[in-house]
């Protein structure tokens, strides 16, 4: 009986764990425990605005992304802060709340 025990319990944590490969936590891989932290202390109207700009969900607003909302792309070079031409949920968020002061 106890055999009989342990192999439905591996087989439930195979099968449990093979659910899980195409698991993607929230953020963009490296980090993502922070990203998921960020996310969580802005306002959800913030993030899910950044989640619909960045089209290809690669994490970031690329210039192509942000040509969309013409008020971002007229302040795409300020909010870029370390000047890599895309903007992070981080850089993003601190534009919105610059332009909501």
Do not use: H, W
């Not at 093979?18 to 109207?45: H, I, V």
């Not at 690669?58 to 903007?87: C, H, K, P, W, Y």
């Amino acid at each position: 009986m106890k055999s009989i025990t342990t192999g439905l319990f591996t087989t439930a944590a195979v099968v449990a764990l093979a659910g899980c490969q195409n698991y993607t936590p929230a953020g963009d891989g490296a980090g993502s425990f922070d990203r998921g932290k960020l996310e969580m202390s802005l306002p959800p109207a913030v993030v899910e605005q950044f989640n619909s700009l960045d089209s290809n969900g690669d994490g970031v607003i690329d210039v192509s992304e942000a040509r969309s909302n013409s008020d971002l792309m007229g302040a795409f070079g300020t909010a870029d802060v370390d000047s890599d031409r895309q903007l992070s949920l981080e850089e993003f968020a601190d534009s919105q709340a610059t332009d909501n002061n």
